[in-house]
């Protein structure tokens, strides 16, 4: 084997395959743990035969024999046992069930365990998701600083690139004119810091860490919605509640 050949099978050795890149729950009882990451990116797809698509109600094979679109939706998934940020897909009554576990635990807190139900091609196949473990401030803190996939274009991969990301997606945007990503404007900037100026400085320290930045203004627009996202988090966690108005006993 010639240098060149070595190199190639180095270089297929170490490529990531979708093998490895999405969960998989093939047979019954089979389990994968970890935490939720990220923000959802839904579909609407068709099943070809072959693989699920993007439906298009102008493509005459997506309307073939009677076929309907159906829901999928799909996260980036930390796997805590194997170290690695995956992707994980559901359809309409797993993402149910996410969010029922998103509204009681908080998807930042926990990792869960998720469990198939049902043999390989069985379509009465469900998933259980159960609370595995309350994450620690190092869990999570470690677990931020993994990079999410870009699921728009890891799903889509000939699609506009034009389509919007979903937020909270840390996936690098295209840069800008002169190779620098945009930054978000002067206004924007100051309406930020004068909301964080009423947070405590822990949280405007974790705030600035989680958006990989040291001052305010190098926010990239990419990350405002996120960068907004976590600021309401942090103004819902440290508000002061209301006094209960006090009762004349005598009136």
């Not at 797809?45 to 109600?57: A, I, K, P």
Request: hydrophobic fraction near 35%; charged fraction near 30%.
């Amino acid at each position: 084997m010639d240098a060149w050949d070595y190199a190639k099978s180095l270089a297929d050795k170490h490529q990531p395959s979708s093998q490895n890149l999405f969960v998989r729950l093939t047979n019954d009882g089979d389990k994968v743990t970890g935490v939720f990451c990220g923000a959802p990116y839904p579909r609407d797809v068709v099943w070809t035969g072959e693989r699920y698509e993007v439906f298009d109600s102008k493509n005459p094979a997506h309307s073939a024999e009677g076929r309907k679109p159906s829901l999928r939706v799909a996260l980036n998934f930390y796997d805590t046992n194997e170290g690695v940020m995956r992707i994980i897909e559901g359809g309409t009554a797993w993402m149910r069930d996410v969010l029922k576990v998103k509204e009681k635990y908080g998807l930042e807190r926990w990792s869960f365990e998720i469990e198939r139900h049902g043999e390989a091609g069985d379509p009465k196949t469900k998933y259980t998701i159960l609370p595995e473990a309350q994450l620690s401030e190092e869990d999570r803190a470690h677990i931020a600083e993994a990079r999410l996939h870009d699921l728009v274009a890891v799903l889509n991969p000939r699609a506009d690139s034009k389509e919007r990301r979903p937020e909270g997606s840390k996936a690098t945007p295209a840069p800008a004119t002169g190779g620098q990503p945009e930054l978000i404007d002067h206004a924007t900037g100051m309406a930020l810091v004068e909301r964080l100026k009423a947070l405590p400085r822990s949280c405007v320290d974790e705030f600035l860490k989680g958006l990989g930045v040291q001052r305010i203004r190098e926010i990239r627009k990419s990350e405002l919605a996120r960068a907004q996202a976590v600021l309401a988090r942090f103004e819902q966690a440290t508000a002061t509640p209301s006094e209960p108005e006090e009762i004349d006993p005598f009136a």
